[in-house]
């Protein structure tokens, strides 16, 4: 089987998830790809049509362990009829655990069939240069090994007759997944320096739910925060910190015991 369309589908707040799959994408040998971003908040209320593409990357950041509730969320919204895909999840040097076999559970139910599975590594969403953890990752070897992967899933393809011919790959994971409180962090959320900021709207902008509004000042929802820290990475002025003692506890934690470099890892 030849592929000819490929759609890469995403949620990727700090974008290194959307990177790894332009990355895969890079080795497909499609003649087309296209995007299907379910990053900002239209993705709650778009209307997606049924996924007829030839192939399928589904990309999503991994948060505690399992795929980011939003990114699930947004992904049940689609439908497709037996179409073949490669499933993907970005952690930040810690561990996958059940993020990918949640999401290619997820595919097979939204119609998919997954035949690749990868699990890769982008920064941690609260890394910082003080408190470091897989800076500035997916590195020139972590681009490197996604664009292998596209070719090992485009030889694949290739050596397929029919979609009759498709089976499931298997990954690791359990079931059921691990469970995930975020009670504690409910009312958790970054919040403005008003003597940097300059109210220039990026960080409203960027958020994945809506949970910023910026006028005379910037106004945060902190229980629809969900601390992806987009507004964190991305603000140009630097005005927009995580700061609470309970994050910090853990973000010192993993810090400290997720040096150790980790390496990508791919199901076929």
Known sequence: MKLNTVKLVYFSPTRTTKQILESIADSLGAETVQHLDLTLPEADTSRFEEIRDDFVVLGAPVYEGRVAKTAVSRLQRLRADKIPAAVVVVYGNRAFEDALLELSDLAENLGFIPIAGGAFIGEHSFATENRPIANGRP?????????????????????????????????PGNIPYIDRDRSALADKAAKTLEEKCTLCGDCESLCPVGAITVGDAVVTDELACILCNAC??????????????????????VSKHSQARQEPEIFM
């Open 139 to 171: 590195d020139s070897s972590d681009i490197a090994k996604a664009r292998d992967f596209g070719t090992k899933i485009r030889s694949k393809m290739e050596n397929l007759e029919s979609i009759d011919d498709v089976s499931r790959v298997a990954v």
């Open 232 to 253: 964190v990475k991305n603000c140009p002025a630097g005005a927009r910190v995580i700061d609470d003692p309970m994050i910090n506890k853990i973000v010192d934690w």
